[in-house]
């Protein structure tokens, strides 16, 4: 391999890494909480990919501009999939685990059916935007716009995430519901209310994602999926409920999948990154960075 | 979560989801036929424009309609006292299992004379198998893996070329390109990793070491994955003269997207249909598909010499906003072979039906494709389904092989 491909490889693999990372963090910021694993994540990248689309078909707005709206519109859906359906099946008496997997399950499969039958099962992309097609190269390596867009979001995005847990009233509710669900109540932080914004916090960090991924993906009913598979090995690799974690696999995850696709054939580019985490999961159950 | 995942919620899903549906009565003045195909799931729109190929040919058998094809005159089929075809359709999502027991919902349950389907090879494979078991007539409309057909399957019938007269196709038009002094030495294999890939792949192998071409790069791709950069890269790095893509729409759509993200512009893109024949990748991409040449069984520009074309796109295109495409053509016309088949077997009788299939005798101008005609060989394959290879030129398909039905020589490279 040529040292220009090597750098070409790599770089493709960090960007792609940090796209994961932010893929994955609202989903481990939200295990991290409350002990759920949202079955529905990929379901909500879905509706943040075809709000983006839907926005600029609409508006006619370049999808970069559109990306706070996007959030928005997350943030209070999560929140609505918090109040309207992941509190109920959390006052389950018997089973709750179970109870919870099979409520966020079923809401990915009717987000998808309502998706099919609102948008049809075409599939959907942005043709032109700002930074769509465009693609810089340094000394050889391309570096699509696009991502390096979707990178810079994500690093943004984790430098927000740590000053707002660590700098902010909000973070540190956030930080004590998980430490103890039961002692918060007695000084006065309302559970709920922290719930709902950390399940509005979760879905507008997967938004994020969402709208910068419209802009080069393809987007249709069951885009989600590959992305939230990804994502399951992101969190368990980083650590459920670790945040930096999940930042440090995703890059992990992106730079082992874009390797093995050159050492072995492509096909089984997945391999390694599950033989990876399997490892890990071996020797370090909570995951990298993980503190259960 | 112990012992407990996402597949297994899946599986539980689609057991509910086939045990709930309720059989229900038929006509007996109806034959109902099923149409298996993704109807959800990622290749979900193959489903939706399967079956407005299907609804506009069955509208064709069971109305009069003035066309040069089998069975338009008359209302009905003539055979069954003017019987008018029902269709049943059934959801595979493209999994080979959930076909296979929706295959038997269908055939148990629904009573179906004949099974249509699958597009996806893969699903084809187990319907097939499941349809020989129960007796019934199983018509391959658009999966055109080699190794279906060589399965010693009495009710398997495809009246479509495979991906051996397609690739075959592909090569004898490299010969003649060489021929006239271009240079093509090199070919780039990418491809999918279920049995349309492996097989289309194995075909491209073969031909190419038996004409002298060299292989320069032979990837094998993940179907669905979230990137496909490192791969590219690696065809970048080969730069074949010309690359062979075989590949469904999403993945067909990533290729292209991803080439252009790294500076890559193939010499030239001779596909596999497929993915290649969709209005999606043309709507995203197409702006870098241009010169791009696939294998096909139909083109429009054909509708010079087979009249019949207009007249079916129009009617087609008045129900899903398109034109037919390579894929929707032989849906069409698959149907259509397989009502003059049970009209001339007079009966419903899965045996008798078989019987007449295996008699089947339509003309090429009977068709609405370029084939010489329709007649079935012992393995259920039509051997007269001459493919042809047409180009995007403009924003429209242009036919330029054979030289015989071009309508305009290729441009190359693209």
């Given at each position: 391999?040529?040292?220009?491909?090597?750098?070409?490889?790599?770089?493709?693999?960090?960007?792609?890494?940090?796209?994961?990372?932010?893929?994955?963090?609202?989903?481990?910021?939200?295990?991290?909480?409350?002990?759920?694993?949202?079955?529905?994540?990929?379901?909500?990248?879905?509706?943040?990919?075809?709000?983006?689309?839907?926005?600029?078909?609409?508006?006619?707005?370049?999808?970069?501009?559109?990306?706070?709206?996007?959030i928005a519109f997350m943030f209070v859906f999560g929140a609505a999939v918090y109040l309207g359906v992941v509190r109920f099946a959390m006052r389950a008496k018997t089973n709750s685990g179970m109870v919870?997997?099979?409520?966020?399950?079923?809401?990915?499969?009717?987000?998808?059916?309502?998706?099919?039958?609102?948008?049809?099962?075409?599939?959907?992309?942005?043709?032109?935007?700002?930074?769509?097609?465009?693609?810089?190269?340094?000394?050889?390596?391309?570096?699509?716009?696009?991502?390096?867009?979707?990178?810079?979001?994500?690093?943004?995005?984790?430098?927000?995430?740590y000053l707002l847990m660590s700098r902010t009233d909000f973070g540190k509710a956030l930080e004590a519901t998980r430490e103890d669900q039961g002692a918060v109540a007695l000084v006065g932080i309302d559970r709920n209310k922290v719930f709902a914004l950390g399940w509005g916090l979760g879905a507008a960090l997967v938004g994020l994602a969402g709208s910068v991924l419209a802009i080069f993906y393809y987007i249709h009913p069951q885009v989600g999926g590959p992305f939230a598979l990804v994502a399951y090995v992101v969190v368990a690799l980083g650590g459920f409920g670790?945040?930096?974690?999940?930042?440090?696999?995703?890059?992990?995850?992106?730079?082992?999948?874009?390797?093995?696709?050159?050492?072995?054939?492509?096909?089984?580019?997945?391999?390694p990154v599950y033989l990876l985490y399997l490892g890990v999961v071996f020797i370090r159950p909570s995951g990298l960075f993980g503190r259960l | 979560m112990t012992g407990f995942n996402r597949r297994h919620v899946l599986i539980g899903t689609?057991?509910?989801?086939?045990?709930?549906?309720?059989?229900?009565?038929?006509?007996?003045a109806e034959i109902v036929i099923g149409a298996l195909y993704p109807m959800s799931g990622a290749n979900a729109q193959v489903g939706v424009d399967a079956r407005n190929a299907f609804e506009t040919a069955v509208d064709i058998v069971n109305g009069m309609h003035e066309v040069a094809l089998p069975g338009a005159k008359n209302a009905g089929l003539m055979g069954l006292g003017n019987a008018k075809i029902k269709l049943v359709y059934a959801d595979h999502q493209a999994d080979p299992q959930k076909g296979r027991a929706e295959a038997e919902r269908l055939i148990t349950q629904d009573k179906v004379t004949a099974i249509i389907g699958c597009y996806h090879s893969a699903v084809s494979n187990t319907v097939s198998v499941t349809c020989e078991k129960y007796g019934v007539p199983f018509m391959c409309a658009d999966s055109s893996s080699p190794s279906l057909h060589r399965r010693d399957l009495k009710f398997f019938f495809r009246p479509?070329?495979?991906?051996e007269f397609f690739s075959k196709g592909m090569f004898d038009f490299l010969d003649a390109q060489k021929a006239s002094g271009t240079k093509i030495e090199t070919l780039g294999l990418f491809y999918e990793d279920t049995i349309f890939g492996a097989d289309s792949s194995?075909?491209?192998?073969?031909?190419?070491?038996?004409?002298?071409?060299?292989?320069v790069a032979d990837i094998k791709y993940r179907a669905n994955s979230p990137t496909l950069t490192s791969e590219v890269q690696q065809l970048k790095?080969?730069?074949?003269?010309?690359?062979?893509?075989?590949?469904?729409?999403?993945?067909?759509?990533l290729l292209i997207k991803t080439m252009g993200e790294l500076g890559y512009k193939p010499k030239n893109i001779v596909a596999q249909a497929a993915g290649f024949s969709e209005k999606a990748v043309f709507d995203a991409v197409g702006d870098k598909l241009d010169g791009l040449i696939s294998r096909a069984s139909f083109a429009l520009d054909m509708a010079g010499k087979r009249p019949s074309i207009t007249y079916v796109n129009d009617k087609y295109k008045a129900r899903g906003n398109r034109d037919l495409n390579d894929n929707t053509a032989r849906q069409f016309m698959a149907m259509l072979v397989l009502a003059d088949g049970i009209d001339r077997a007079k009966s419903t009788d899965g045996e008798k039906v078989r019987a007449a299939?295996?008699?089947?005798?339509?003309?090429?101008?009977?068709?609405?494709?370029?084939?010489?005609?329709?007649?079935?060989?012992?393995?259920?394959?039509?051997?007269?389904?001459?493919?042809?290879?047409?180009?995007?030129?403009?924003?429209?398909?242009?036919?330029?092989?054979?030289?015989?039905?071009?309508?305009?020589?290729?441009?190359?490279?693209?």
């Open positions: 391999m040529t040292a220009q491909a090597f750098f070409q490889v790599l770089a493709s693999g960090l960007l792609m890494g940090l796209l994961y990372a932010l893929i994955a963090v609202g989903l481990s910021l939200i295990f991290g909480l409350m002990d759920v694993v949202n079955f529905a994540h990929g379901e909500f990248l879905m509706v943040a990919m075809y709000a983006t689309f839907g926005l600029w078909a609409i508006v006619g707005v370049d999808p970069v501009l559109l990306m706070p709206l996007v919870q997997i099979f409520a966020t399950f079923g809401l990915a499969i009717l987000i998808q059916g309502v998706s099919q039958l609102l948008f049809s099962p075409d599939y959907r992309s942005i043709p032109a935007s700002w930074l769509g097609g465009r693609t810089v190269s340094i000394g050889g390596v391309f570096l699509p716009l696009p991502q390096v867009y979707g990178g810079l979001i994500s690093v943004l995005a984790f430098a927000g995430l670790s945040v930096f974690g999940a930042l440090a696999a995703g890059l992990i995850v992106g730079v082992v999948e874009s390797f093995a696709a050159i050492a072995m054939p492509p096909a089984m580019k997945s391999i | 689609a057991a509910a989801t086939v045990t709930a549906r309720p059989a229900f009565a038929q006509a007996p479509a070329a495979h991906d194995n075909t491209q192998r073969k031909l190419a070491a038996e004409r002298g071409y060299k292989i790095t080969a730069d074949a003269d010309v690359v062979l893509p075989s590949s469904y729409t999403t993945d067909a759509i299939l295996a008699a089947t005798a339509i003309p090429g101008d009977q068709t609405i494709m370029p084939w010489g005609k329709v007649a079935f060989g012992a393995d259920g394959q039509n051997v007269d389904a001459d493919p042809v290879l047409i180009q995007y030129i403009g924003g429209k398909w242009v036919t330029i092989f054979p030289k015989s039905v071009a309508a305009a020589p290729a441009k190359w490279p693209m």
